[in-house]
T-cell receptor, first 111, second 113 residues
């Protein structure tokens, strides 16, 4: 079974630029999560999708972050404009019955 | 009420010893308590998980102990090996939140040969 795929693995951008991350979940998993993991901290949920719909985006900074999940499969997370404090690893995870499987993440550095 | 508090922040254990990591939660609606292992440059990987209807779950060298009344749970790694050196996260989720996982801050474990 293929795991959760994320790209790119690394991204360096200047502040105020925009960036997008892509996630392909495990086939058949209805639930998709985006987490932000700042160095030395536990992952923090940004947004959770159930199929196409958003079920939790309470901690998503909506003035700069956006996410979509087209056709209930792949998802993209966008940051525009980026701030220095957005430097983190962005993890995508998917779930079928509650057990979440994580991708390797995208390490974002904002300079 | 949504927090999961994890301790210690870091842990050094000798090879063959027992590693113990503790977590506490407040929300009594939580009903799923997984532990994740994360190596540098990798995403978290599920290690073992427990639900509140049992007080202990063992898988190989890894054991979760769960104390519902104290709202605490812990991970025990028996016969710790250098390959166990990683960061461990406890987490919790509950009904009504579509299984949203709330993570602890993590414990960096180093097992010395």
């Amino acid at each position: 079974e293929a795991g959760v795929a994320q790209s790119p693995r690394y991204k360096i951008i200047e502040k105020r630029q925009s960036v997008a991350f892509w996630c392909n979940p495990i086939s058949g998993h209805a639930t998709l999560y985006w987490y932000q993991q700042i160095l030395g901290q536990g992952p923090k949920l940004l947004i959770q999708f159930q199929n196409n719909g958003v079920v939790d985006d309470s901690q998503l900074p909506k003035d700069r972050f956006s996410a979509e999940r087209l056709k209930g499969v792949d998802s993209t997370l966008k940051i525009q404009p980026a701030k220095l404090e957005d430097s983190a690893v962005y993890l995508c995870a998917s779930s079928l019955t509650g057990e979440a499987f994580f991708g390797q993440g995208t390490r974002l550095t904002v300079v | 009420q949504q927090q999961v508090k994890q301790s210690p922040q870091s842990l050094i254990v000798q090879k063959g010893g027992i590693s113990i990591i503790n977590c506490a939660y407040e929300n009594t609606a939580f009903d799923y308590f997984p532990w994740y292992q994360q190596f540098p440059g990798k995403g978290p990987a599920l290690l073992i998980a427990i639900r509140p209807d049992v007080s202990e779950k063992k898988e190989g060298r890894f054991t979760i102990s769960f104390n519902k009344s104290a709202k605490q749970f812990s991970l025990h790694i028996m016969d710790s090996q250098p390959g166990d050196s990683a960061t461990y996260f406890c987490a919790a989720s509950g009904p009504g939140g579509y299984n949203k996982l709330i993570f602890g801050a993590g414990t960096r474990l180093a097992v010395h040969p």
